[in-house]
């Protein structure tokens, strides 16, 4: 099935939404503001996308300003941040069984469904 960690303030997640939709493929929707993932998600979904952490995090984002820019953060640390603050994490982020991407530009979706 596929998992799409979805924001629906986000235009670009909602094109992703419409992406999945338009498939007609079952999906499994997280609306990962109110349901973070913990450490041991995010660690698989970092897996999945093969990327390191510093890649998920959205750095224009003011929690990232105000709390992290400018320091040299492990991956570890950098997990701990996206679950301190969800916000911090880039979206649409797509999984459909062992493949994911990063729905950016929504476009991306269509390699994996």
């Known amino acids: ?11 670009k997640s909602r094109n992703g939404l419409e992406i999945i939709k338009e ?3 079952n ?3 997280v609306a990962y503001l109110e349901n973070t993932p913990t450490k041991e998600e995010l660690k698989q979904l970092i897996n999945l996308l093969n990327i390191p ?3 998920l995090i ?4 003011a929690a990232w300003k105000e709390n992290f820019k400018d320091k040299n953060l492990t991956q570890e640390q950098l997990i ?3 679950v301190s603050f969800p916000k911090l994490i880039e979206r649409p ?11 950016r530009p929504p476009e991306k979706i269509l390699e994996i469904i």
């Open 23 to 25: 498939s007609g493929k």
């Open 93 to 103: 982020i797509v999984i459909n069984g062992s493949k994911a991407v990063i729905g």
């Open 58 to 61: 959205r750095k224009n984002e």
């Open 80 to 82: 701990e941040a996206m």
């Open 1 to 11: 099935m596929i998992k799409i960690y979805h924001n629906p303030r986000c235009s």
């Open 27 to 29: 999906f499994e929707i």
């Open 53 to 55: 952490a510093e890649d």
